[in-house]
């Protein structure tokens, strides 16, 4: 496809203080980023978005709202320092900056994070539950833009900030994220991929005791061929619980919160398992455009961050057939950060 620079003509921030007024960490922010103009069959994979909350006080995020439109096709949003990817407000290249999310959630972590293709999504978590911003952050994001149609699109998106006093926070969250690289669509068939994430070593060596921790809210990340994506909790003995399912196709809204929330109490690790259909004659991997994805976004009560995965394009391994499916299964690494901060 063919690519084109983004045109980047402005970048304001709605709702936040005057120099000559104090901030309100308690006003909701809407933050416009771009515009986009986008020619019929362009691509971008490689750019980023930073905006600066110039927020001198902590803040407490209940909810988050994305507005973008057709076109828009993924975006996964961080707060980091504002020392940390140096440079001015505005659409980047990733690699200018040395931009990548696993950077960000260890110098930060997650704030939103968008279903595939959909135009408008709001994150709500319950009454008094929050992430919490410290201060002087920005927001942070690899987008994926993607024009199907025939025609030109013009995008002028926006994601909108709601905090809440840090006198009603009853729950702080932190992220979760676990994806799987090593896939490889078989021709013609139904497959699915698995990783299987050990989190109670990592927990043992933070806390000095087994997993404890309960799963608020739950993001699936897949592209048109996927079927479905299944997280499974299990125990020592093997036996599993499902936390969160879905197969709802590209376009509409992947996950939401968990009721009731799932507790990690009597189980070691995280199984992560993604479904396709490939009904084309070549191998489809890991990638952007007509190539999947596979990948698990959450929040929790934990104060640490959580994430990881298999995190290299490796074939996959382990295959078997059960009935007329290919089943791979694959490593996981597992990392945690102190979110408490």
Sequence with gaps: M??????????????????????????????????????AGEEHIND???????????????????????????SNWFFVPETIFAGEDGTYRCNERNFNEPAAAIFGGVIFAQSTQAPHEVQQFPE???VKLPPRQKLVANIHLLNAT????KLSPKIELRPIPEAKVTTRLAGISFTNEALGLPPNKVSKFSIECDVATQHQAAFGKAPDFNIY??????????????VEAVRADGSTTTVFTTSVLPGDVMGGMLTPTFGMTGF????????????????????????????????S?????????????????????????????????????????
Excluded at 270 to 278: A, D, K, V
């Design 301 to 341: 009560d934990s104060p640490y961050n959580w994430g990881g995965g298999m995190l290299e394009q490796d074939p996959p391994a382990n295959e078997t057939q059960v009935g007329n499916e290919m089943h791979y299964s694959n490593g996981c690494q597992v990392f945690a950060n102190d979110a408490s901060r």
């Design 150 to 153: 025939d025609g030109t699109l």
């Design 2 to 39: 063919r690519r084109g620079a983004a045109v980047v003509l402005a970048i304001a921030l709605v709702g936040c203080a005057g120099e000559d007024d104090k901030f309100d960490p308690n006003a909701p922010m809407t933050l416009p980023f771009g515009p986009y103009e986008l020619a």
């Design 217 to 230: 809210y739950a993001l699936a990340h897949y592209h048109e061929l996927a079927t479905r994506l299944d």
């Design 128 to 130: 008094g539950v929050v």
């Design 48 to 74: 980023c978005v930073q905006i600066t909350l110039n927020n001198d006080e902590a803040m407490y995020i209940n909810a988050v709202e994305l507005t973008t439109g057709a076109g828009f096709h993924h």
């Design 268 to 299: 070691e690790k995280l199984r992560l398992s993604c479904t396709y259909f490939n009904p084309r004659a070549e191998v489809v991997r890991w990638g952007f455009g007509d190539q999947e994805m596979c990948v698990f976004l959450a929040f």
